[in-house]
Every structure is written in C-alpha cells, then in structure tokens.
C-alpha cells in the first residue's frame, strides 16, 4: 500500500512533466506558426513581384534576367522554401500532428513544385526564347505557390490558440488527451491578423492563375498560348468575382470579426497599386478611383459582420461580385478589349480603353459579375463548415 | 439611446447611400472624366539621315548613320525603321555598327507578320522586304539615339532603301515622320534614299 508522500510526490512529478509538454508544445506551435508567416510572406513576395514584372514587361519590354521585381520573386521563393522547413521541423514535435498533416502535404507539394520549375523554366528558355505568361513552368511555379499558401494559411488556422487538455501520462508513454466542446469564437488580435496574411498570398497567385487564362500576353515566338478572346472573357466573368468573394468570405469566416474583411481587401488594393500602377505613369492619376474599391469591402464587411442571414450574406456576395472589374483594373482592361474593342492597347492608353470598356460593356457583364459573387459567398460557406482545421475553434 | 431597429436603419443608409456614390462615381463620372485625360502626342524626328556614299562598285558597301529624337511627349514605344527593297534577307548583307538604344533591335524578314498603318489595330500585314527597327519601349521625351548600318547590296543597279519613324500612341499627323511623301506597303509614310551600285 502506497503512503500519501509516495501519492503526493507521484503526483507532483506528472504535473512537472505535464507542464513541461506543454511548454515545449508551445514553443513548438510558435515556431510551426513562424514558419508558416515565412511561407506566407514568401508567397506574397514572390506573387506581388510576379504582378509587378508583368508590368515592367509591358512598359519597359526589359531584355535582361537581372531586373529588381525578379530579384524580389526569388528572394520570395528562398524565403518560403525557409518557411517551409521551419514548419516541416517544429511539425515533429507536435503531440496532436494530425490536423497539421494536410498543411504539411499541401506545402511539401508546393515548394516541391516551385523548386521544380525553376530550372525547368530556364530550359525552357534556352529551348524556346522568351516565354509569354502563361507557359508550363510558369504554371507549375503559380499553382505550386497557390498550394503552398493554402498550406501555410490553413497550418497559421490549425496553430491558432488552443488548449489541449494533457490527461496524466500512462503506462506506456501514452499521452491521452481530451478536446473542449465546441465554443463559441473567441477572437485574438493577433490570430486575426496572421489570417490576413495568410490569406493575401492565397488570393493573389489565385488571381495569377486566372490571369494565366485570360490575359492575352502568352503570344511568343515559339507558342500561341493565348486564350481565346470569348472563352477568356467568359472565364473572366466568372472566375473573378467568384474568386473574390469566396477569398473575402473565407477572410470574414476565418475570424467572424468586423474589420478583416475589409483590412484583407485593402491590403489587396494596395499591393496592385504598387505593383501595376505606381510604375506606369499614366495610371498615377486613376489610383484614387481604384482605392474606391474599398466602399464595397467595407459594405460587405458591414453585412457579414452585423447580419447572420443566408440572404443578406448572398446581398454582401453580390456588392463583392459587382466590384469585380473596377478591382480588378488594370489588367482587366487586356482581357476585355481582345473579345469586345479590339483597340491597341499601349500602357499610357489603359485608362482611356477602360473607361470605354466601363461606358460599352458593364452593363453587360454586371449580372453575371453579381451572381458570381453570390457563388463565392455559397462557396465560402461550404468551405468554412466543411473544413476540419476549423472543428476546433479557439478557446 | 439608440435603438437595434434604429442601428439597423442607420447601417442600411448608410450602406445604400455609399454604394450610390461608389457606383456613380465608378459606372459614370469616372468613365467620362478618363477620357478626357491627356493622351501623350510623341513627335519622332530623324534630325540626320548620312550616307557616306551616293555611288559605289558593286562588291562594296557604304555606311548610313541616323540620329533620332521625340521632341514630343514620352512615346510608349517609338521606332526607326530601315526598310531595304533590294534585300532578300538582311544576314550578310547589313551590320550594326552604331547602336545605342534602349532595346535591341527587332529583323523584319519577308513574310513575318507586322503592324501596319501606325498600329492602329491589331491586324498585321505580312513583310514584303527585309527590314531594321530600332526601338525604344519607352521613348522618353527630347531622348536621342544613333543607328548606324554598313550595307552590302546583293546586286547591281539602284540600291533603294526607305526610313522612317513612329511614335506610339499614334496620336496624329506628327507621330510619325516624314508626315508626308511616299507610302510604303505598310501604308506609312517614308523618306526614300538610294545608291547607284556600279559593275566595276
């Protein structure tokens, strides 16, 4: 029969491992986090830097490999490829490591894709000259970063503050532990904000992807992969506006808070004004129209955030969807002049070949554009409820 | 102390009234104010056009030096173009001696397709002799560059050759030099020079 000093010593020294875990759970789910606001980072660089080559391309049809947004680009990509063995290392430590394990795949995919089409896009070139945008390595580079970036957001997701509750250790080394019940959202500020940043790489090399298929800049010596006027205007339609609700939702839906909605739109506006229109003098002035767009994200914010109703939120998908071609400028204004104006559309003339596509043609697309953006929100929904890295919610 | 009916009512003006305005502002006064912003008016100019040799033995070359400015707004993309009617190709036939602009220049060989009439569509047209352009993508304004060629007739008789230059956006008659004369099968105008290429 034990003595109570046997008991209480026992019990003091489970409680001393038991802290400890939890110690090194901690430390190990801050660095996992780390690594995946590095990817995170990584992609964004290397997404935005993209945006800003596609305009240096169109202005100043650079003839050297050595320009400032490549430089950008590849700094990006070493820095995500960090992020990722960051992640990969702290991973180890989990106790939990099963709701980690999709991030992980998702991100191993990527990178692996991304480290992939490096050298093959050089040999590409050396085969076949200059590449326009959309070309297979290309591809493989954007939907690499695209699949690394749902990794990173959903891994900064599964790290979020959560308390495990560790049952003493068995016989067996057998850590058993029990989740809380479902709660209601608790938000930290903190968490709110690694979404954002989360979520900014994830929408812009989606978006690249879009453009891939509807911009027409893939015309080059050796290939025509340019889309087909109608099929890329059609794609456009849909794909945008779907694109940026569901992005948008999911930003609201990840923190059911006032503010990220609009913080992740702004965020978006702002890194197109730096990448495509800061450096074309002509679209300077046209910057205040563009920031507009931020009336709309804070409408739907406003919606989402002060009604629970599946009609109104289908109301904020629809204001969402209807922005689509003003946030989209400038590079809208390519897809929609191949199928409708067939003008020459020269950088210092995209604000005037706009506003002619906006007076002929808005009208036309707006339907389509808001039912599309109503798409997204039933799209963001099936998403949040569906997703397993939001089973458990923070404390 | 306000209400949850009165909070509501508030928000939805609130929402109501800024859409109108964004959409206002977005679908109609924006779209007219654009197009009365200032379309940049580029006036290529080739202030020299030297040939060193009016008449040579067939078997010799002679050299055309060409200096070329825009004395008007930045151009997105201006262009100097030596057109060679005599050529079958350009290789073996024409070096670059002289060359500083921006990028590097662009061979025209017979049945590539190009732009024609000033780019003012997207159609092309297809080669019908072999040219040089010269470029520069942009073409800042009051900035010149040289454009030197040592050609090498492929046969006797009169060696023709035409130049000109455009600025893009063609925005009217000065965006293109000479602004009148001869019209190529581009449907531009050209400046026509020769050289009296003799059996020895």
Sequence with gaps: MR????????????????????????????????????LSLGVLLTSSSASWDITNHLINKPETFFSTPHLLLYTGVVVAALGSVIMFVSKRS??????????????????????????????WHVAFGLDGLLSPSHFILTLGLFLASIGALSGLVSARDYSPLLTTQKEGNQIEQEVKPKQRVVLLGMDNLLSVIGILPLWITATGLLYMFSLPFSNTQSFDFNPDPTFAAIFATIGFPLLLSTILYLSYGLNYRFGILSITGVAYLLITIFTTMVPNEFLVPTISFYFLSIIPFVVADTILSYSKTKSLQYVAGGVLGSCSFMVHYPFITYVYNEAFTHDVVFPSLIALVYSELMITTYSLLVGPLIIAGILGIILGRYIISHSKILEQKIE | MMTAS????????????????????????????????????????????????????????????????NTGDAADHQIVSVAFLNLTQTEGFVQITKYDFPQSPFLIQVGDEINYDYASSEDTITAQYPAIEAYGRPWKSNATYHLGLKVTPEEPGTFVFFVKSVGLPHTDNLSHFPSDGLIDYQREFVKVYSVNVTVP
């Design chain 1, 3 to 38: 003595s109570r000093t046997s008991d209480t010593s026992n019990s003091a020294e489970e409680s001393t491992q038991t802290t400890l875990d939890e110690e090194k759970y901690r430390h190990s789910k801050l660095k996992f986090k780390i690594g995946c606001i590095l």
């Design chain 1, 94 to 123: 989990f106790v939990n490591q099963e709701k980690f394990k999709l991030p992980m795949r998702l991100v191993v995919i990527g990178i692996s894709m991304v480290v992939i089409a490096g050298p093959f896009d050089y040999n």
């Design chain 2, 6 to 69: 009165n909070k509501t009512i508030i928000i939805a003006v609130a929402i109501i009234a800024s859409l109108t305005f964004y959409f206002t502002l977005s679908v109609f006064y924006l779209p007219d104010s654009y197009q009365s912003l200032k379309t940049p008016r580029p006036i290529p100019f080739l202030s020299e056009v030297k040939i060193s040799e009016s008449m040579i033995h067939f078997g010799n070359s002679f050299d055309i030096e060409i200096t070329a400015t």
